[in-house]
Antibody
């Protein structure tokens, strides 16, 4: 059973960088056949797919966020990470890490989600 | 980006009722559609992928159908644990997008 757990600060000041890490158990971030994804859910409940990182280091980022987002993988810790730069109040959301199919199609395993508030 | 419009936005139903939620795509997406269930304070759970394939472990009272632009999720006999919010999601093109959700409440 694959399990994912997000970690990171719950409060980020405007214009700063949000950094979140996802720790995976029961599966390997280095194995092929899947991608590792970040999604977020706004307070009004809308869901947004932020992007994916693949076992070979390839990435996909939603064009709406492309200039502000980067991903990384630390295979030795079975972790992958999200950095979102220059945050504003509009980035306040619950952030989920997840496992998607090889084509980044749909999510079959989700983390529990971590709420992030952007405020001073 | 492909827009997904779910209807209704919310509905009230009783245990045992048959419930159908629809999802309309702004352009054709073949059968590249998934459905998720989300309960308060929890992450979404995958119910159906490829428009009609049931995820392992999901009860058979859930079913999905459709192709192109029109899709539906049906719960054949609503159970107490089915009161939740349901989302559709397309994976035909990037960026992947979600419907706005349908909240199923107890009548």
């Amino acid at each position: 059973q694959v399990q994912l757990q997000e970690s990171g600060p719950g409060l980020v000041e405007p214009s700063q960088t949000l950094s979140l890490t996802c720790t995976v158990s029961g599966g390997s971030v280095s194995s092929g056949g899947y991608c590792w994804s970040w999604l977020r859910q706004y307070p009004g409940k809308g869901l947004e797919w932020i992007g994916n990182i693949y076992y070979n280091g390839g990435t996909y980022v939603n064009p709406s966020l492309k200039s502000r987002v980067s991903f990384s993988v630390v295979a030795s810790k079975n972790q992958f990470s999200l950095k979102l730069r220059s945050v504003t109040a509009a980035d306040t959301a619950v952030y989920y890490c997840a496992r998607g199919g090889l084509l980044g199609d749909f999510v079959d395993y989700w983390g529990q989600g971590t709420p992030v508030t952007v405020a001073s | 980006a492909i827009q997904l419009t779910q209807s209704p936005s919310s509905l009230s139903a009783s245990v045992g009722d048959r419930v159908t939620i629809t999802c309309r795509a702004s352009q054709g997406i073949s059968t590249d559609l998934a459905w998720y269930q989300q309960k308060p304070g929890k992450a979404p759970d995958l119910l159906i992928f490829d428009a009609s394939d049931l995820e392992t472990g999901v009860p058979s009272r859930f079913s999905g159908s459709g192709s192109g632009t029109d899709f539906s999720l049906t719960i054949s006999s609503l159970q107490p644990e089915d009161f939740a919010t349901y989302y559709c999601q397309q994976f035909n093109s990037y960026p992947r997008t979600f419907g706005q959700g349908t909240k199923v409440e107890i009548k």
